[in-house]
């Protein structure tokens, strides 16, 4: 049974929805007059409601838009603003019937005795018919298999950088934390990324505010692991930031080996052997990195993939009712912020 910390309903129509939002009172103050959607009103922030007309009620996990129901009774269930285990224990009475499931570190519905697999990035679609909610227009779902030795043919491309790293990693050993911020930072901004400053200023204003900014704080994350997350991280080899993985594919395949210089630092940051040292005057730690050659080019075979996906990998679609596996999948999903110095 879901633990459901906000006590939300379970709507089953459209009218029960929009009954629902027009009998609830927005919590007072709210300079956004936000309504909450469960019972336990102290959780507005979890679970709200909103109709941005009159035939549409949305149903709102984190303040992002979770279902969607609609005047003829049919519903559009988006991808959750936290995509993990919580979602079916929080958001499951959101849905009319049946639940989430969370199973193999992915969110599935369950509905009629099925299981629908929603995926990060695709909305699925239910209609009522005949009494039940059935799903209607499903996604096209693909799995992408890798072809033998396809990575391999591409790494001459930038055999040179190896060849170099051979020579100067020997001397660029326990390179401390501090000593690759500047490097990084250049890499970052190089990249497109938006400014450290200009996300922290985003982060700040939502604490002034009492708030806690989710997409500022995602997008801290994202930045400080460009161009993707390294070997020993959490979700290690995903969240590929294209313009980012551009830029370092550039650099390692450059004539010029001033760039190499770049490379190798982003690479230390990325996927480094770390050791935590403690200062013995201040108490803070403060990380030793050591690189390898067999780490890097394991880093460096990830990114071939990433930047030639289209010729390392195979798309196949598949049959209506399957789901791929989570081989491969990180390949083809392209990290983005949600802040852009350039819209403001």
């Known amino acids: 049974m879901p633990h459901d910390t906000a006590n939300v309903p379970r709507l089953t129509s459209f009218v029960k ?13 709210n300079k956004d007059n ?43 269930v988006f ?6 285990y919580a979602v079916a224990n929080n958001a499951s009475y959101y849905l009319p019937t049946g639940g989430f499931y969370w199973g193999a570190g992915r969110v599935f519905i369950k509905l009629n005795g099925k299981h629908y697999y929603l995926n990060q990035k695709d909305p699925l679609n ?12 499903p996604p096209a779902a693909y799995a992408y298999k890798a072809k033998r030795g396809a990575v391999k043919k591409l790494t001459p491309a930038y055999a040179p950088f190896i060849d170099w790293l051979h020579v100067v990693l020997p001397f660029n050993q ?5 000593e ?53 991280q ?28 770049g490379a190798m ?37 990830q990114l071939t993939a990433y930047i030639h996906r289209d010729v390392v990998f195979t798309k196949v679609k598949l049959e209506q009712g399957e789901y791929p596996s989570k081989r491969n999948t990180a390949y083809f999903e392209d990290a983005t912020f949600n802040y852009s110095e350039q819209s403001t």
């Open 17 to 29: 929805a929009r009954d629902w939002f027009t009998k609830t009172p927005p919590i007072r103050g």
């Open 34 to 76: 936000v309504r909450p959607l469960g019972c336990n009103r102290r959780y507005w922030k979890m679970a709200s409601i909103s109709m941005p007309d009159d035939n549409t009620v949305h149903l709102e996990y984190y303040g992002q838009v979770l279902v969607e129901w609609r005047s003829d009774d049919s519903y559009t």
């Open 79 to 84: 991808p959750p603003r936290w995509y993990n």
């Open 126 to 137: 239910f209609q009522l018919r005949d009494g039940k909610y059935i799903e209607v227009d």
């Open 174 to 178: 326990d390179l401390k934390d501090k």
């Open 180 to 232: 690759l911020d500047l490097p990084y930072m250049q890499f970052a901004d190089m990249s497109g990324a938006p400014s450290e400053d200009y996300l922290e200023a985003h982060a700040k204003a939502g604490r002034l505010a009492g708030e806690y900014n989710y997409k500022a704080q995602e997008d801290l994350r994202l930045r400080g692991n460009l161009p993707f997350r390294g070997k020993g």
């Open 234 to 261: 959490h979700k290690q080899y995903t969240q590929f930031y294209g313009p980012a993985c551009k830029l370092l594919y550039d650099w390692i395949t450059s004539p010029v080996p001033e760039k190499w210089t």
């Open 265 to 301: 630092y982003v690479l230390v940051k990325q996927t480094a052997q770390v050791k935590w040292v403690r200062d013995a005057v201040t108490g803070s730690y403060d990380g030793k990195r050591k690189l390898s050659v067999e780490d890097a080019m394991e880093y460096l075979e």
